[in-house]
């Protein structure tokens, strides 16, 4: 690591070279490129860098102190003190006598198809506008992700520490772009239990099933294609299918499941390269499809080439009966591509999913996969192995499923205590969520800031639609709200929509802020 | 997690439940899905699991015993011993009665052009036939990845441990895609000491240098754009390039760098969207371009509105006098998007690099990460950092750079004693390799089977040409080689040459070997 800073210093220029030295710091201060408290480089180190006299270096410094720029102690150094504040301290110009002056690049000619279409769904999927501080005490159901207060925290501390002692150095090496071997065999039992038979050659670990769409489009997909979807469905996995120029055709949730009847003539006219699916714990409606509802999906894209991407919520994260075996179990063809991931029954965090495929899709998977990012970290494969095979992960999904399904309760509960007889909602099965539908006129982006205001917040629907719809549509999460906030929250939640029904249709502007969509 | 295995059993079948039971553990045995060592489910889970009578099971099970395919442990339960290994035996049709049977999906009729482009560029450049099992005692000169006995393992397992028990649980969630911003900040103080002025939020992490090629590409090139690169370059980057459909034009590197006559007249006619260049300890050559060159490049670039993608091998890996500083730290346009990667200087499996562009380009960036995969992991980015702030990064650097320097110049003066007069090399400042030009008439595709069977490896250059040339280069990285075997190797290499300037031509079959190409 350079131990010194890079100052262009120009010797045939008439200022001397501490005043060129000190108004390079300067400016760097100036525009905060060097933080308040940062030590400057010694001044014997800095005058060897540069090739010029220590005294010079000295002198800059000592200039910088009486400026107020930089602060010197006995023995330690010399150190940045921060930016003057007032606009009328003269800025040194930025070295415009250095390389000339060139032509700036307009960026916006130079992107591509994709960085557009991604820019335009960022900014028609926008959230509503909330107010930027939520208030104290806001209960949220708005975010999709595991409860953080229930993390095998220090569990997984102790198998990293296990792992990197025993091979930290195969593991921090260049690793094979499949994964760690015994995490692959590890999966390949893990998923035969829910009926899945996958050899280990047959999964291919990802970061985290975002990953895997990525892998699946970048394979599948050219601009123009059709992809089928359920609708409503995961918004991320509908974007990168955007993104890679896809034209996304949905295809309706009926009671059960995707409707075939739908799929059908989806399949005819528009001969989609593949049909992405959540038949249990869809996300957002928590619903799960049947076994005979997956029979007959099955049956009706027999007769077609069309690939199924199905996104398997884990069925440990079910809270009532056991649900059906997977798509995947069931596929004769071959057709099915199964994706899975630890984001839900353990870390977020660790990024770390599988996909399973036949294996001459898997090869291209592997093969996109090392053009993406060469590998997953085998040290996160190796640590969540150990954490695995040691059971930990068994003992981890009773316990949140256990509790999770108690917040799932709770929630269905208090709905139906304390909604108005004009709402619905989906009796959610599994994963971490629910829809819940408003009654007619009320529109779920207009009514969250009021929400808000309220103290409880959710994600408006539209997000979760490829068309225009789902405006009177909201998700619930409870997967982050401790159970004794979940009938506040709902009873919050109930005032504002009668509220909202007595005075519909006004907006409330104030700032924007990110709700994060997982 | 589910407890149990999931095994159709079909009441309407007159085929006993028992009977099918063991059926369909008898073909997962044969499969191998089921490996030797395996413990059944417990009977009587097994049976609640099915709906069946637990006697039902245990018959099941006494037949596989029976059968040889499993073995009972009393008081411990049943273990699977292993398929019978005559094709004589019956095993039972994969499941035909269930779901109807379905036409395959043919999976090259669904392939994407970039999946096609992949697998032909996988074709073209497919490394030379090998013995499978090199033989002992090979001095590998292939390989361009860090030594992984020098690795801090242990100071690495320190950090993370530090910083999962002060910050584990933000770490292990959903995190925000730009990067940890302490780490953000360590980069911004890091690249100015190299004269790179980026602020935080200039700088995007992400998995390694290589998804910062994917992600430049997917946010700037369009299939059917040029895209400029030095020749000979960096393979992974130019098929990630022509993976997005992009034509690669390539700019002959010269005495100082790429040729800018030859930059110029591209620049002019194929109008490319970047110009992709290592101008720092180059792969494969380890050449590093002067500042006069720097600036000349920037100079011909100023006048057009293409990018230039720094990938940048760090300074501190250079050994000889420090590199001049890097083209992003001359860039007044904001042309430059600049790629760093802590694989070289620290772990290559950690999978951790950073991009540094314009805010603009930036938050394009960032948009393409968050659907690549949502974010890099959090923990890797504060365990990396913790290393780093505590000048972990610097100690090792240290180092890391004197033993890779000792090996460079042991190298060099191998090849200046050994090398028949009409070999020539590059010569390496820094990095981990050089490239060597063979005498006229020889191919180092061909010569590498001779040379691996006389206990010496090296990569054929034509990966790292664009076109078809290359054929007369070899690179040999000297990083893995421990610096008392470089001589040896040389001399090895050395006599397969003159052997092979005797005998020329003459190709060994044998089977493909993986070179890892890094």
Same mark, same amino acid.
């Given at each position: 690591m350079a131990q010194t800073l890079h100052i262009p210093v120009d010797r045939r220029n008439p200022v001397p070279l501490a005043r060129q030295i000190q108004a390079h710091l300067e400016r760097l201060i100036q525009e905060r490129r060097l933080a308040p408290g940062v030590k400057l480089p010694a001044t014997r180190e800095l005058a060897r860098e540069l090739g010029v006299n220590r005294a010079t270096v000295t002198l800059a410094y000592d200039e910088l102190v009486a400026a107020g720029r930089a602060r010197a102690h006995v023995g330690q150094g010399t150190f940045v003190e921060g930016p003057l504040t007032a606009t009328a301290v003269p800025v040194p110009a930025r070295a415009a006598a250095a390389a000339g002056e060139s032509v700036a690049v307009d960026w916006s000619g130079v992107l591509s198809r994709a960085a557009h279409i991604i820019a335009g769904d960022a900014a028609r999927k926008r959230p509503p506008a909330l107010p930027a501080r939520p208030p104290q005490g806001l209960i949220s159901f708005a975010g999709g992700m595991? !409860?953080?207060?229930? &993390?095998p925290t220090d569990a997984f501390r102790r198998a990293l520490n296990a792992v990197i002692r025993e091979e930290g150095q195969e593991l921090l090496q260049y690793y094979p772009v499949g994964g760690y071997p015994p995490l692959r065999r590890f999966l390949s039992s893990y998923l035969l239990r829910a009926g899945v038979e996958a050899r280990p050659e047959e999964i291919l670990i990802v970061n985290g099933s975002q990953q895997g769409f990525d892998l699946i489009a970048r394979t599948l997909l050219d601009p123009g294609d059709a992809v089928a979807i359920e609708q409503p469905t995961y918004p991320r996995a509908m974007q990168v299918f955007r993104s890679f120029g896809a034209r996304l055709v949905p295809v309706p949730l009926g009671d059960d499941g995707p409707r075939v009847d739908v799929l059908e003539r989806v399949l005819e006219r528009h001969a989609p390269k593949l049909f992405y699916c =959540?038949? #249990?714990?869809?996300?957002? #409606?928590g619903l799960t499809m049947s076994a005979e509802a997956r029979r007959r999906l099955l049956e009706v894209c027999a007769r077609r080439p069309v690939a199924i991407v199905e996104d398997a919520f884990d069925g440990g994260l079910h809270y009532g009966p056991r649900p059906p075996a997977p798509l995947k179990a069931l !596929?004769? +063809? $071959?057709?099915v591509v199964y994706i899975g991931t630890f984001s839900k029954i353990l870390f977020p965090g660790l990024r770390l999913g599988w996909v399973v495929a036949p294996r001459v899709v898997l090869e291209r998977l592997e093969a996109a996969k090392q053009l993406a990012d060469i590998q997953t970290s085998a040290l996160i494969q190796a640590a969540v192995y150990h954490f695995c095979e040691r059971r930990l992960l068994e003992r981890h999904l009773g316990r949140i499923a256990a509790e999770y399904g108690r917040r799932q309760r709770r929630l269905l509960e208090s709905l139906a205590q304390r909604m108005p007889r004009d709402v619905r909602w989906t009796e959610t099965r599994g994963g971490f969520s629910l829809l819940l539908t408003l009654p007619d006129g009320l529109d779920a982006g207009a009514l969250l800031p009021r929400a808000v205001a309220r103290g409880v917040s959710f994600t408006p $629907?539209? +997000? &979760? &639609?490829? !068309? =225009? $719809? $789902? !405006?009177e549509t909201l998700r619930l999460s409870f997967s982050s709200v401790p159970g004794s906030r979940i009938d506040e929250g709902v009873r919050r939640l109930a005032d504002v929509i009668r509220e909202a029904r007595r005075r519909p249709r006004e907006r409330v502007e104030s700032e924007r802020a990110a709700v994060p969509l997982v």
């Open positions: 595991p !409860d953080s207060g229930m &993390f =959540q038949p #249990t714990a869809h996300n957002p #409606t !596929d004769r +063809a $071959g057709r $629907g539209p +997000a &979760f &639609f490829a !068309d =225009q $719809g $789902g !405006d």
